[in-house]
């Protein structure tokens, strides 16, 4: 071998034994430790006189911690990888060759320890998923109590909403009615009872030549509720019926009325007490008459 | 499973007999290997790290890997270029992670001057003291161009491309300080008598 070859198998050694191979150097040397044994030992002496620079390094005491860490890692360690017990000998292991008793042990072994770990996987996986059962009940809980209790805010609300109109309504109504019986020049007209025993009275109010009129009750007894009170307006030809009501129960009521035409066209305007709707039979009484 | 072992007798045992029952499971013996050599490699990855941190995580490691790969380990092969191959790997990896390489800037004294070991144990020391003693010697008599080329191979992880880029010197130039300065260091520690299989 020339000089400059063994030189140049020198360096790839050194250079292996420090860990600063070029890459491009890899091949040249697996194909010089393929081929000889020489090369193989001088690398393994490299190998150990390199192993002794790192104690050419300041040597310090790492933490306590560190070795307490490493210790209790290797005890959980221990831990999961305990071997599973060996099954009893069979009574008829005395004639199988030590081959396959030692054979069979590698596979008892290797699938006690894989059942052991599949089963520890299995345990594991359970318990992941019983976690996630349960957490998707309660979600589903949650839901189902947000829903119901979106739904009964939703069935509030549109209560409200009913009884804000009904207000709306009512407010508008008194407005009508506080308007109208206190506007200048209206006239007023008195509705009388037709029985004595009755203490039921009204006061219309109008204006000459409007088709509207209110008409303000009192005295009048609540009435069952498939019958409702009638007004009235007759002009001597014919009658019209000008709207129903219901009173109180202190036997108040106002009544809005839109005539057809002009409120003063008409002579007569009456009350009576009839069933509520068509379909329920009964009665017709004149309670309250007044002249216009 | 490995049975017990009081610590008089694994202390007596070699690197290489204690890896044999470190691979039967015995981790009384594992805390045997790290108490006798765990400073040192703290002290490796101090150096090429220069942070305790991460110096802690490689010394870690390193035991670890070496409980988990003990079956791995060649009866008839030497633990210590073994065990340092490893944590050297694990620096070196960190250094890779980092992308950076803190590059000894010509001032030896830190790898050469030999400090007090206030914290050891005298029993399990006196042969760390004499290898450090050893080495640190055999270092100082090299001439200081091939000790700069073999600490930057090693305690920086360079390969010999980047240390004659490092350097701006020829690759053959680098290749020769590193096989001239490894063949006297090996000579000069077969000279004073040691080798990494004493204990």
């Known amino acids: 071998m020339h000089h400059s070859d063994q030189e140049h198998e020198q360096s790839l050694l050194a250079a292996a034994a420090l860990g600063s191979l070029d890459p491009s150097d890899l091949s040249a040397l697996e194909q010089l430790l393929a081929s000889s044994p020489t090369a193989r030992a001088e690398l393994q002496q490299l190998r150990e006189t390199v192993a002794l620079l790192p104690y050419a390094a300041p040597p310090a005491t790492p933490p306590a911690h560190v070795r307490a860490r490493l210790l209790e890692r290797i005890a959980a360690d221990q831990a999961q990888r305990a071997p599973a017990p060996l099954p009893a000998p069979a009574r008829r292991a005395g004639w199988l060759a030590p081959a396959m008793l030692a054979m069979l042990a590698v596979v008892v072994v290797f699938f006690g320890g894989l059942t052991l770990s599949l089963q520890g996987q299995v345990a594991a996986l359970s318990e992941t998923n019983r976690q996630l059962l349960a957490a998707v009940t309660d979600l589903r809980q949650a839901v189902a109590a947000n829903e119901a209790q979106q739904a009964q805010l939703a069935a509030q609300l549109a209560r409200s909403e009913q009884q804000i109109a009904r207000l709306n309504e009512q407010v508008a109504h008194e407005r009508l009615l506080v308007s109208f019986v206190s506007a200048p020049g209206v006239a007023t007209r008195e509705l009388r009872p037709t029985r004595a025993d009755l203490t039921a009275r009204g006061e219309m109010y109008m204006y000459p030549g409007e088709s509207q009129a209110v008409v303000v009750f009192s005295g009048l007894p609540p009435l069952q509720p498939d019958r409702v009170y009638r007004f009235w307006l007759s002009d001597g030809a014919q009658r019209i019926a000008a709207g129903t009501f219901h009173v109180d129960a202190a036997g108040l009521a106002t009544l809005v009325v839109n005539a057809p035409r002009e409120v003063n066209a008409f002579t007569e305007v009456m009350v009576t007490v009839e069933p509520a709707t068509d379909a329920v039979p009964g009665e017709v009484e004149v309670i309250l008459t007044g002249t216009l | ?199």
């Not at chain 2, 610590?7 to 690197?15: F, H, T, V, Y």
């Not at chain 2, 090429?48 to 988990?68: C, S």
């Not at chain 2, 080329?149 to 290749?175: C, M, N, W």
């Open chain 2, 1 to 199: 499973m490995a049975q017990p072992h009081d610590a008089a007798r694994l202390a007596r045992l070699s690197d290489e007999a204690l890896m044999e029952l470190v691979a039967s499971g015995d981790s009384a013996a594992l805390a045997q290997l790290y108490d006798r050599h765990a400073r040192v490699v703290y002290g490796l990855a101090l150096r090429m790290l220069g942070a305790a941190e991460p110096a802690e995580e490689v010394v870690q490691e390193t035991f670890w890997r070496i409980w988990k790969r003990a079956a791995t380990f060649q009866a008839n092969s030497a633990f210590l270029p073994w065990m340092f191959g490893i944590a050297r790997n694990l620096c070196i990896d960190e250094l890779r992670r980092r992308q950076v390489r803190p590059i000894a800037t010509g001032n030896h004294e830190d790898l050469l001057a030999a400090l007090p070991d206030q914290q050891q144990n005298v029993e399990q020391s006196t042969i760390e003291i004499e290898r450090r003693r050893l080495i640190t010697n055999a270092l100082a008599d090299l001439p200081a161009d091939q000790r700069e080329v073999i600490e930057l191979a090693y305690f920086s992880g360079l390969s010999q491309r980047e240390i004659a880029d490092h350097l701006q010197s020829p690759l053959g130039t680098i290749k020769t300080r590193i096989r001239l300065g490894l063949q006297k260091l090996k000579q000069a520690l077969l000279h004073y008598g040691i080798d990494v299989h004493d204990h």
